[in-house]
T-cell receptor, first 114, second 113 residues
Framework: DAGVIQSPRHEVTEMGQEVTLRCKPISGHNSLFWYRQTMMRGLELLIY????????DSGMPEDRFSAKMPNASFSTLKIQPSEPRDSAVYFCASSPLMNTGELFFGEGSRLTVL | DQQVKQNSPSLSVQEGRISILNCDYT??????FLWYKKYPAEGPTFLIS?????DKNEDGRFTVFLNKSAKHLSLHIVPSQPGDSAVYFC????????????FGTGTSLTVIP
């Protein structure tokens, strides 16, 4: 059974460029989460979806960040324009809607903005 | 605003001894508490959890303790093994806030052989 799949694993880009991170959740999971890991703040929740609908995006840092979930098997996190302070590891996670509290994480996308 | 705090960024323990990782949370509405383990270049994986109706949950070498009045939970690993070396995140959630999970900043555990 495939786990949560994220791409790309690594992205190096220049300031001002658009970055798109992708996530395929585990089949049958109705909730999808985007987290950002930094040294200072640990794992920050950016946004989460239930049944493809964004429920809480209060963690999205600013308007440069946007996330979509066009269907149950795909989500994107876009940063436009990117800035050096966006450099971090971005994790996608999924879980069943009525879950036991366990999230299933992907391996992360490490973003470096020069 | 950090809902969850792990005040020790790192911890070193001798193999065979007990590792104790601590976590504090701010809001008494949280009713489900979890620990995740993360190896380098991998995503976090679920380790153990506890609901607010209990004060202890044990799974093999891992035990989580919950002190609701102090808003504190801890993870005990005994005996510690070198393979336990990883970053440990505590997380909290609440039925009242839907599926939101708040994570701490993590504690990096090193078990010395």
């Amino acid at each position: 059974d495939a786990g949560v799949i994220q791409s790309p694993r690594h992205e190096v880009t220049e300031m001002g460029q658009e970055v798109t991170l992708r996530c395929k959740p585990i089949s049958g999971h109705n909730s999808l989460f985007w987290y950002r890991q930094t040294m200072m703040r640990g794992l920050e929740l950016l946004i989460y979806f239930n049944n493809n609908v964004p429920i809480d995006d209060s963690g999205m840092p600013e308007d440069r960040f946007s996330a979509k979930m066009p269907n149950a098997s795909f989500s994107t996190l876009k940063i436009q324009p990117s800035e050096p302070r966006d450099s971090a590891v971005y994790f996608c996670a999924s879980s069943p809607l009525m879950n036991t509290g366990e999230l299933f994480f992907g391996e992360g996308s490490r973003l470096t903005v020069l | 605003d950090q809902q969850v705090k792990q005040n020790s960024p790192s911890l070193s323990v001798q193999e065979g001894r007990i590792s104790i990782l601590n976590c504090d949370y701010t809001n008494s509405m949280f009713d489900y508490f979890l620990w995740y383990k993360k190896y380098p270049a991998e995503g976090p994986t679920f380790l153990i959890s506890i609901s607010s109706i209990k004060d202890k949950n044990e799974d093999g070498r891992f035990t989580v303790f919950l002190n609701k009045s102090a808003k504190h939970l801890s993870l005990h690993i005994v005996p510690s093994q070198p393979g336990d070396s990883a970053v440990y995140f505590c997380a909290v959630s609440s039925k009242n806030t839907g599926n939101q999970f708040y994570f701490g900043t993590g504690t990096s555990l090193t078990v010395i052989p």
